[in-house]
């Protein structure tokens, strides 16, 4: 399946091994994926909040773009805040013709153009993987089920709020897939507390209290619930929930020490990827233990 | 049968459980109710218990509890009225959603829990409980409504008659009016849940339904106000729990973007808490190099979004030593190198989005579509007319 793929900042930033670890997933699931490398930054809902005309035309850039693409069947994306971003812009950008003309106006000068047609779609890697790929299909692929691994899924917000704008009419399981997917990858959901809340990442500059006591009652519930590492769809929920944990750790007044994995990290393990090809070296809180029992897994 | 079925079924009350069911024609089906009881004067521990209900699968989970409470124990605690989703009263989480309880479809909520779990109804969060599904709305919801003002605060003498108002400015306001203070988004707000203090949704939309109105006098002070508070403008960490839960589409969350943009486009107010520096650091960082460039967010943010103005403020420098500690785990984890923390690619075209940038920001005015306004199917509608005429 040809995909016009669109990574976001974070994942070629701060979190690189979420950008490499997707690339080595690609050709095992045969998705073949054309990075959209002129395409902008989503405003992760920053740029929405300081001028909406703005948020849309840089988001129309990137559908534009995307349709380009010869023979894709869609966009992909791996992270839940371009996803929330760009399906909020999508949402205006489908709702009123008129609207539309004036942001495509915006970037006539560069020859480019947002059609809104029914069947193209914009999906983030999890959706994909169910709603295109199919769980029964990967299950097939799986030479390494990740069986003993007790995985608590963190979907973050923009991934599953509001349900109105992100398709739940159609596909009203979204906010499952997560626990699906960790199920069929031979792994054990864990059930907890936090998986659908907000991670805090987008007030740790404006409130560091409010933020990290967020992230850290999360990731203590997880753990309480036996959770060996947890995994996200989501960039900037693994800043906070990994990057910061140290830090958010002081702020619930407990040790955490939980590892966090992105999405495809966790596929690839179950795919056959050695966890250092899938940059798990690459993480603040250290990911030995899953290393460990994944090794052992291998061994069996 | 009850005796509030008997008096019902006196005088034909279609409210009626029963009498609603024979009314459709559907037959009543049966679901398990898990209700939260609670009474703290009794000094015992909160538990959970299980009601049988017969209903047809298009009632409320409310007529679900009142059926309890008629058939099986009159003592459950709910605060209900007009059972249609007008006066906001029964406000509950129910699967752990937060919802008002009149809105909710029974058969929908007992899906949701899935094939053999029982609807889990609890009261709301956020709020300390007076008896089982009834919160202190007083003590925490009210309590922030007063906190933003909600009252107009006109300048000036009262015109003679009324005051004329143009029809925009009234249509921006529309949807923070179509609140029913049913604190649905109270009890939802994860930023709420580990920070009490913060104003929270409902009374930021609210604090937006004032200074959307050209009336008021005091639109700066307002929005001064709200941004320096360290529990307010800023502390809404953009979850979308408010919008999601909210049954009359006021998208709290949309109005505290409203509030932020009004106060740092429309006044310049550099606040303490860095909202004004984080929303200028991402736009200065997206204009010159059209993706993020983490390594300099953080001290742009800390600066007013430049890594100059602003950077020697006693606050910025505190904020930069306190995220040190996090920046050398960046490096040593081998996330960061210095050459990324420090170089970072343009975009092949660049100019172009630089382009947007430079147009969108010389127009006088922001151009905003209102979803509220426009409905989401307004594109479909519009399909299918220009189908029918033989336009497509």
């Known amino acids: ?300 | 049968m009850g005796i509030l079925d008997k008096l019902r079924s006196k005088d034909s009350d279609p409210g009626a459980p029963e009498g609603q069911a024979q009314q459709s024609g559907k037959t009543a089906e049966s679901y398990t109710l898990k209700i939260r009881r609670y009474d703290p004067e009794s000094g015992e521990a909160a538990r959970y218990e299980d009601h049988e209900v017969e209903l047809s699968p298009e009632r409320s989970v409310l007529d679900g509890i009142l059926y309890a409470k008629d058939h099986a124990d009159a003592s459950i605690a709910i605060r209900c009225s007009c059972r249609a989703a007008i006066c906001g009263s029964c406000g509950v989480r129910i699967n752990g959603k937060t919802a008002l309880a009149c809105n909710t479809r029974i058969s929908d909520a007992a899906a949701k829990a899935g094939a053999g779990e029982p609807i889990v109804v609890e009261p709301m969060n956020n709020m300390p409980v007076i008896k089982d599904l009834i919160v202190d709305m007083d003590a925490v919801h009210w309590k922030k409504i007063q906190r933003v003002v909600p009252w107009l605060l006109p300048d000036g003498e009262a015109p003679e008659r009324e005051y004329i108002v143009p029809a925009e400015a009234m249509i921006d306001v529309t949807q923070s009016m179509a609140c029913i203070q049913c604190g649905v988004c109270v009890g939802a707000c994860l930023a709420l849940e580990v920070d009490e203090e913060f104003i929270g949704p409902a009374a930021l939309a609210k604090a937006y339904r004032f200074v959307g109105d050209p009336r008021d006098g005091q639109t700066e002070e307002r929005l001064q106000d709200l941004a320096e508070d360290p529990h307010g403008l800023y502390d809404c960490t953009h979850c979308f729990a408010c919008v999601e839960a909210c049954p009359k589409d006021v998208a709290p969350m949309d109005q505290i973007m409203r509030l932020r943009r009004r106060a740092t486009g429309d006044y310049g107010i550099k606040d303490k808490n860095n909202g004004y520096g984080h929303e200028h650091a991402f736009v200065n960082i997206l204009e010159r190099w059209g993706t993020l460039h983490e390594a300099q967010l953080l001290p742009r943010t800390f600066g007013d979004g430049s890594l100059i103005r602003g950077q020697t403020e006693p606050g910025a420098v505190k904020q930069l030593i306190e995220s040190l500690p996090t920046a050398a785990r960046g490096l040593k984890s081998g996330k960061v190198s210095p050459r990324k923390a420090l170089l970072h690619p343009k975009l092949p075209d660049q100019k172009s989005v630089r382009r947007i940038f430079r147009e969108i920001h010389a127009r006088d005015e922001r151009l905003e579509l209102n979803m509220y306004i426009v409905g989401e199917n307004s594109a479909e509608e519009e399909g299918a007319q220009a189908e029918a005429s033989g336009e497509v």
């Open chain 1, 1 to 300: 399946m040809k995909l016009a793929y669109w990574p976001g900042c974070v994942s070629r930033g701060f979190t690189p091994e979420l950008h490499g670890s997707m690339e080595l997933v690609a050709p095992k699931l045969d998705l073949e994926l054309v990075e959209l490398d002129r395409a902008n930054c989503s405003g992760a809902g920053v740029i929405a909040e300081h001028n909406q005309e703005l948020a849309d035309t840089l988001n129309a850039r990137t559908f534009a773009l995307a349709q380009g693409v010869d023979g894709a069947f869609g966009m992909m994306n791996i992270c839940s805040t371009c996803q929330g971003a760009q399906s909020e812009c999508q949402e205006r950008l489908d709702a009123d013709p008129e609207y539309r003309a004036q942001i495509n106006a915006n970037l006539r000068a560069d020859g480019l153009s947002y059609d809104r047609t029914g069947d193209w779609w914009n999906k983030n890697f999890l959706w994909l993987l169910v709603e295109e790929i199919g769980l029964d299909k990967l299950r097939e692929r799986i030479v390494r089920p990740l069986e003993g691994l007790r995985i608590a899924p963190f979907y973050g917000c923009y991934i599953v709020r509001p349900t109105k704008r992100l398709g739940f009419d159609k596909h009203p399981e979204r906010d499952q897939y997560l626990d699906q997917l960790i199920d069929v990858l031979g792994a054990e959901p864990v059930q907890y507390a936090g998986s659908h809340k907000c991670c805090g990442f987008p007030l740790i500059t404006m409130n560091r209290t409010t933020s990290l006591r967020q992230a850290g009652r999360h990731l203590a519930d997880a753990i309480d619930a036996g959770a060996d590492c947890l995994v996200t769809p989501c960039p900037l929920c693994h800043l906070n929930l990994d990057m910061q944990q140290p830090e958010a750790s002081k702020y619930v007044e407990r040790d955490l020490d939980v590892p966090v994995l992105h999405l495809p990290q966790v596929v690839g393990l179950a795919l056959g990827l050695e966890p250092k090809e899938l940059g798990m070296n690459k993480h603040v809180v250290k990911t030995k233990d899953v290393q460990r029992k994944v090794a052992q897994l291998a061994a069996a």
